[in-house]
């Protein structure tokens, strides 16, 4: 190809460009006036290419944008006046019908260095893209608005989380006050009910006694697994890892229960399988609380059969032993539909107010909650009218293991063959020599006059004072007078001086009484914080006289000791 013939063809190629641009390319001298446009002028504003030529560029400006598109061609044309040049510029333009358009310029200088009055001008129609640009922009302020939202409620959420934190701590806290300020007057109702049956002979006001103390106690027990549950709920339950022998708690528990079975006709079983580790590590009050609800359910929900408790080893693995309790009935069971709300609180499968049943419908919940707490599993089968399986699965970090008997190995043996354990409250841990002065100190007058009952019982010598304060007051009166008492049962919620200040005070003082503590306070920390004060010992309300008089006879001297006191 000559060079001539090289030139025509970038024309040629040149026009066809400008021809199927969608942008309309004008070239316009240094005035704006037009000396050539594409073909597409005609599809963005109306105006024919040849008919545009020899018009200002202007004529493509709304009247309303004049004044802006003048400054930015200004910007542009002109030797001195460049700074716009290949910057572009938003404008409204105008259709020569008289719509209006949304339009982009662009200038450039011509390249030819020979023509430098000449400018390129690229306009771009840009409804559509400022549509897109508006509608993204739209949806971006939604998704703000949204995340604003978002925002908003993440934290009306965390205040109403709040909110019922705060309410639920409340009502566990009132829970606990009020378990606290029943257990006190639980203790003068037992107490006195106790110290009552003593002086009565008639048959029917024994009877009429038995009926306040099976209440009174089953009051007790409703109060303490409300307090256990409001006390987990609250995430200060404390939890024992003691080692004690797994058996040993279900030969406790058919003592606490042979005779109500037997009241109601039912046989109750103990079975032990093989290879039962004589000691395991865990909370053996909490285990055996769990054991006596499901028995105590069993013994309920049964009218005829057996009550069955069994204890085996699960796994065989040396790092993996499952340990299972098992409690079987043949009584009423439980319809499939009511069994999985059968560990929510006070859920009853019967609660019609005229169900045969009493109960609360808490001990399942807090049973449920105990195990967990233990690390283990609460599972229950069930078939109506032919009785319920509750299983409780612990992982147990066993000791050593002792195989069971042969005689109760695999064997269901009865209540009554069952070997009986040691008692704590054994008559021998008495000290029949005990002799005292005592000196009691509780703000309840009540609680004094039966604390002191049970103490004079005993044969003890009772002095009272109604605060710690006084009780102080007594203690330095006698040390003057070498009248010594030899043991405080010390209250340790009381007016005007409280126990845990008076004990200290006393131990301050270089005095060693032994101080036994007495609180309507349960938690294992209540037991600590009385210790840390200097007391001795630790007792919670309502004590039981058998209870007082053990504790009682293990901390005073002994007969002789005292008269040589
Ligand atoms: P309560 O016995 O005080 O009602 P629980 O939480 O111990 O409360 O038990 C909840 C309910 O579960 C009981 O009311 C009873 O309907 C059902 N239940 C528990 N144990 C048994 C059982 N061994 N046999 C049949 N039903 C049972």
Redesign the pocket.
């Known amino acids: 190809m000559t060079s001539h013939q090289v030139k025509l063809f970038d024309d040629y190629l040149a026009r066809q460009i400008l021809k199927f641009s969608i942008d309309v390319s004008v070239a316009i001298d240094e005035l704006g006036v037009v000396l050539m446009a594409s073909e597409s002028v005609s599809r963005v504003f109306g105006w024919q290419p040849d008919e545009i030529v020899g018009e200002n560029i202007r004529v493509f400006a709304s009247e309303s944008q004049l004044k802006q598109f003048d400054q930015y061609l200004a910007q542009c044309l002109g030797s001195e006046n460049e700074n716009s040049i290949g910057h572009a510029h938003q404008f409204k333009g105008i259709h020569k019908g008289g719509s209006y358009i949304a339009c982009e310029i662009t200038v450039w200088r011509d390249d030819d260095s020979h023509r430098q009055n000449r400018y390129i001008g690229i306009i771009r129609d840009i409804t559509e893209h400022l549509k897109s640009k508006n509608k993204l922009g739209e949806y971006l302020e939604r998704l703000k608005q949204s995340r604003k939202q978002l925002k908003r409620k993440i934290h009306e959420l965390k205040s109403a989380q709040k909110v019922v934190a705060r309410a639920n701590q409340a009502k566990s806290e009132f829970l606990a006050n009020m378990s606290h300020e029943v257990r006190t007057p639980m203790t003068a109702i037992l107490g006195y009910s106790e110290a009552l049956k003593e002086k009565l002979d008639s048959k029917d006001n024994l009877e009429f006694i038995d009926i306040i103390q099976k209440n009174g106690s089953h009051l007790l027990q409703v109060i303490n697994d409300i307090l256990d549950i409001s006390k987990i709920e609250m995430g200060n339950f404390e939890i024992m890892k003691v080692d004690f022998s797994p058996t040993k708690i279900l030969q406790e528990i058919v003592d606490e229960f042979e005779s109500q079975a037997s009241q109601k006709g039912l046989n109750l079983y103990t079975r032990y399988h093989d290879l039962i580790p004589s000691s395991i590590q865990s909370d053996p009050l909490r285990m055996k609380q769990v054991l006596m ?1 499901l028995v105590s ?2 013994i ?2 049964t009218e005829s059969g057996s009550v069955y408790l069994e204890i085996r080893m699960l796994s065989q693995s040396k790092d993996d032993r499952l340990l299972q309790y098992i409690v079987s ?1 043949t ?4 319809p499939k539909e009511k069994m999985k709300y ?1 560990f929510e609180p006070f ?4 609660s019609s107010s005229s169900r045969n ?1 009493g ?7 807090l049973s449920h909650k105990l195990v967990q707490l233990l690390g283990g599993n609460l599972s229950v089968q069930s078939t109506v009218n032919r009785g ?1 399986v509750f299983t409780v699965t612990l992982n147990v970090d066993e000791k050593n293991f002792s195989r069971q008997s042969d005689k109760s190995s695999q064997n269901f043996c009865t209540s009554g063959a069952v070997r009986r354990v040691e008692n704590n409250h054994d008559d021998k841990n008495v000290s029949p020599g005990a002799r005292g002065k005592i000196l009691l100190v509780d703000d309840t007058k009540e609680i004094r006059k039966l604390f002191s009952y049970m103490l004079n019982k005993m044969g003890l010598e009772v002095v009272t004072a109604s605060n710690g304060k006084e009780a102080v007051d007594l203690v330095h009166e006698a040390t003057i007078k070498e009248d010594f008492y030899h043991l405080i049962l010390m209250d340790m919620q009381m007016p005007v001086m409280n126990g845990y200040e008076a004990t200290q005070l006393l131990r301050s003082q270089k005095n060693q009484i032994p101080i036994i503590a007495i609180t309507a306070h349960t938690l294992v920390s209540d037991r600590e914080k009385c210790l840390a004060a200097g007391c001795t010992e630790y007792l919670s309300k309502p004590i039981k006289y058998e209870v007082l008089r053990e504790v009682v006879h293990r901390y005073l001297p002994q007969k002789k000791e005292v008269l040589s006191n």
């Open positions: 609800n359910n069993a309920k929900f009935d009584g009423i069971g439980i059968i859920a009853q499968v019967d049943y109960g609360t419908g808490v001990g399942l919940t319920s």
